[in-house]
């Protein structure tokens, strides 16, 4: 999960990339980077570290041009410590282009070893967006061999790349001279969405919210195994590139429950009307296990399960109150290094108003349960504050198998739901009563926002990859690349740490 944005204008872009990024800090805070275009001359700027530490003034001014791309980086493979794996990535030939990327090559391995030995291209780092540039980079070279760049050509590539690769991609890369090319993977698991200013700037970006933050307006998603291509002059030419029967629309459900902005538009749904939804659907569920009567009041564990928390104390009749304060210079605990990090940070990161716990029945709402660490601590904060009985009930299903498109979500047996009962669970988060979303009420909930999906990528619930190529060997194989060196238990370097109080935490 990264946050990427392109722009295509005829004024100065830097400020304008500096902006979108914070728009998207929440999609990763461990590296930032930005790429500019002045006449045929890349200008780039990157480093470990937020947008607002990584970008002065003096490296602002050292990037030119009216054309560029930005990325905020979530590492999920290679090294999470390597300055070298931070985007954009660059190769020269042909032609020269930079590529940020947001998603993860399921057959990375397979390609970094074809690059070597049939394509005659190296890598030099760990990262599988590396792989990817590369394998666009060969692409675009064989479809030119003999003529000149061209819309064609460009496409072709793109068709090529969809044959080749596997797993989640959302890529935005610009070409020299030629203009800024996005494209999507046949299921449109990552998201990506293009949008204009009354200027004429064309941008395209993970996130609505960063387009309609900046002033432009939300235009439409990118098709799944759609490219467009910008060209200099503003004008956007598109093109399905991938095999018809491999088009399968079915976004990363997780988007909407956890990673994504409320007030984002993704694939024509509301983030914040679908989190609405899965709350009237776990309501519908609470009801069924715990009589609403024996309920005082619901407090959301902040902040991502706001909304479902409103609907169900609404669709219950109970009050709704906010019993957490969070402070937002702690980052979101289930991708920490470290087990004992985790649970410090929890008491760092929320504190709890006694007086909205004391003598009640309460029900928490979370988004979502990974490792339980979070959700134990704070039943006891809970307990401790005075609460007689605590429930625990979860806008999505139990996470019972590991993510392999993106999302840095621990192994298998690191994840509560795994090989336990809900009982199970219930004992080891320490709560009265666990109530968790259905999943196909969960996918309903948010379906019937856009009834043209497919489906979803609902992995992490259901054991389902969309892309059919995952076995339990290559889960084994992506693991054992992910996040190299990123155990540091003795020491605080959460990667979704929030400063940036415009950002959506959870």
Do not use: W
Not at 155 to 164: D, N, Q
Not at 203 to 223: F, K, N
């Amino acid at each position: 999960m990264c946050g990427i944005v392109g722009v295509v204008s005829t004024s100065p872009v830097n400020q304008l990339l500096y902006d979108a990024l914070l728009l998207l800090q929440h999609r990763g805070q461990d590296a930032a980077g930005i790429v500019t275009q002045e006449e045929r001359k890349f200008f780039m700027h990157k480093a470990k570290g937020m947008v607002r530490d990584v970008f002065r003034t003096r490296n602002m001014r050292a990037l030119p041009g009216s054309v560029g791309l930005g990325q905020v980086r979530y590492p999920t493979a290679g090294n999470a410590h390597s300055e070298e794996e931070a985007q954009p990535f660059y190769v020269n030939a042909p032609f020269g282009i930079v590529m940020v990327h947001n998603g993860n090559i399921t057959n990375a391995k397979a390609l970094r070893s074809e690059l070597f030995s049939a394509d005659h291209r190296h890598t030099n780092t760990d990262s599988d967006s590396e792989v990817l540039l590369n394998v666009l980079a060969h692409e675009i070279d064989r479809a030119t061999v003999g003529t000149d760049l061209g819309l064609e050509n460009i496409f072709a590539a793109v068709a090529s790349v969809h044959r080749r690769v596997r797993g989640s991609y959302s890529v935005i890369a610009m070409i020299a001279g030629f203009g800024v090319l996005a494209f999507r993977d046949p299921h449109g698991i990552r998201p990506l969405c293009l949008g204009r200013g009354a200027d004429g700037t064309v941008m395209v970006a993970s996130e609505s919210v960063s387009l309609e933050g900046t002033g432009h307006e939300l235009e439409r998603s990118i098709d799944p195994g759609e490219a467009v291509l910008i060209t200099l002059d503003g004008t956007v030419h598109a093109r399905q590139c991938a095999d018809a029967q491999r088009v399968h629309h079915q976004p990363c459900i997780f988007e909407f429950i956890y990673l994504a902005r409320p007030d984002s538009v993704l694939d024509g749904i509301s983030v914040y009307q679908a989190r609405l939804n899965m709350g009237e659907t776990l309501a519908k569920r609470l009801v069924s296990m715990v009589p609403p009567n024996e309920i005082d009041v619901v407090i959301p564990i902040p902040e991502s399960s706001r909304p479902s928390a409103m609907q169900l104390a609404h669709r219950i009749g109970k009050p709704y109150r906010e019993g957490f304060v969070k402070n937002r210079y702690v980052g979101r605990t289930f991708i920490m290094p470290g087990q004992s990090v985790r649970k410090k940070s929890v008491r760092q990161k929320l504190n709890a108003i006694g007086s909205e716990f004391q003598g009640r029945n309460v029900l928490l709402v979370d988004d979502s349960i990974v490792r339980g660490t979070t959700s134990r601590e704070i039943v006891q904060m809970a307990r401790e504050a005075g609460a007689s009985k605590v429930y625990l009930a979860s806008a999505a299903p139990p996470v019972r198998f590991p993510n392999v498109y993106g999302i840095d979500m621990p192994t298998k047996e690191e994840l509560v739901a795994h090989n336990r009962s809900i009982e199970e669970i219930r004992a080891i988060i320490g709560c009265d009563a666990l109530i968790y979303q259905d999943v196909d009420a969960m996918k309903q909930a948010v379906h019937s926002l856009n009834p043209a999906l497919e489906g979803f990528d609902a992995s992490c619930f259901d054991g389902i990859y969309v892309t059919g190529d995952i076995t339990e060997a290559s889960i084994a194989s992506l693991n054992a690349g992910r996040n190299q060196g990123a155990e540091e238990p003795m020491e605080d370097t959460s990667r979704l740490s929030l400063p940036n109080s415009q950002a959506q935490e959870a």
